[in-house]
């Protein structure tokens, strides 16, 4: 990823941190005041109606990106830190963006046909 | 006033010191430990108890020195443990009987205790540590005006300008350790002394080198290298002004 200044991935490293905190708390937050009930299809706290509220979702979705985007940039950040050369900077960058764009298909696709459910 | 000089006395304490010494023997490619049992007093140094060493009972055994008074930063070595200059630990003070003195550590060794510091001097030139000014021919020109510097601007900086690149805080460093292309603390810190005076025009120039995989952003603040720097340096800190300055977009405080 030389094409992008180190900067500027870190900085996103840092926001997706950040956002993270308040994404994970919300998700956590559904889980109150029953977790077993926040699990259950139906139930007033039941997963068919946080696939009904906007807010979450778009919380969800954030989640996925940021998680991905943030796990992405320290895994890389890690690999490059144990070892060194060339052809593995290469390799761990197209490693990287190909685990990360698979993941955030997968993703999108669980969410988005989850939500074609309701 | 004459009695007064008669009572100033320097006590002069005598001790026999074990040294135990790791060798780089480049024939063999590897390393051994010799001991020296070696007297010194409370005013020598570990520099002074290995030239008294190579004097009297190993002539072969190899140490870099120069300066002897903490200006050059040639006997920089690991002394029980820690990087130090040798010219400026005292045995007295260091409060063990047995001694160990290795090479620095992050270098390659070349014998001995002497290693080759062309990886520390090339990092430390990749960041351009001197003046930069776009225009190349107006130090020629004005030199009524040349390069005003406040106090204060000065201050922003006088820290970093301290550095003898010893070479200890690059041993410290355990991403050094981790990552042999990782500039290193004392680089960084020099980007950042050169960037932070009012005189220099080159920040963006170091942008390529210290904005890279292997700039600032492989330090990961243990902090070793501002404990070890015998000369009060903090690269730390530099390190962190300069992700500051990349975070924000501005160029360090001028």
């Not at chain 2, 030239?51 to 009972?57: F, P, R």
């Not at chain 2, 201050?155 to 981790?178: D, Q, T």
Request: aromatic residues 10%; hydrophobic residues 40%; charged residues 20%.
């Amino acid at each position: 990823m030389g094409m992008v200044a180190k900067s500027t991935l870190m900085k996103w490293h840092y926001i997706t941190g950040l956002i993270l905190v308040v994404v994970v708390g919300i998700h956590l937050a559904f889980r109150w005041p029953s977790y077993e009930a926040s699990i259950e299809w139906a139930g007033p706290h039941g997963v068919y109606e946080q696939l009904m509220n906007t807010g979450y979702m778009a919380a969800i979705f954030i989640l996925l990106y940021a998680a991905t985007y943030h796990a992405m940039n320290g895994l890389r950040t890690l690999l490059l830190e144990l070892h060194q050369g060339r052809y593995w900077n290469v390799a761990v960058d197209v490693v990287i963006i190909i685990v990360g764009v698979f993941i955030v298909i997968v993703g999108t696709v669980a969410l988005v046909g989850a939500l074609s459910v309701i | 006033m004459s009695s007064a000089k008669a009572d100033i006395k320097i006590e002069i304490k005598r001790r026999v010191f074990t040294f135990r010494v790791k060798r780089y023997d480049p024939k063999t490619n590897g390393y051994k430990w010799s001991e020296y049992k070696v007297e010194v007093t409370n005013r020598q140094t570990v520099l002074d108890a290995l030239l008294k060493i190579k004097a009297t009972q190993d002539a072969t055994l190899a140490v870099r020195y120069s300066c002897r008074m903490g200006t050059c930063g040639s006997c920089a070595m690991v002394i029980n443990g820690t990087p130090r200059l040798a010219c400026e630990t005292k045995p007295f003070e260091l409060g063990t009987d047995v001694i160990t003195v290795e090479p620095l550590s992050n270098l390659k060794p070349i014998k001995d205790l002497v290693t080759d510091m062309d990886d520390f001097f090339e990092k430390h030139k990749s960041v351009d540590p001197w003046l930069i000014r776009k225009d190349e021919k107006e130090q020629f020109e004005k030199l009524d005006t040349y390069y005003p510097q406040t106090e204060e601007q000065l201050l922003n900086y006088l820290e970093f300008s301290y550095c003898i690149k010893c070479g200890a805080c690059y041993a410290a460093c355990p991403m050094v350790f981790l990552n042999k292309n990782y500039l290193g603390p004392q680089a960084l810190a020099a980007a950042y002394r050169w960037s932070a005076d009012n005189r220099d025009e080159g920040y963006v120039l170091r942008l390529k080198v210290i904005d890279s995989d292997n700039g600032v952003w492989s330090c990961h603040y243990s902090g070793t290298c501002s404990k070890v720097c015998p000369k009060g340096v903090d690269p730390a800190l530099a390190i962190n002004l300069l992700k500051k300055s990349l975070l924000t977009g501005k160029p360090p405080a001028r």
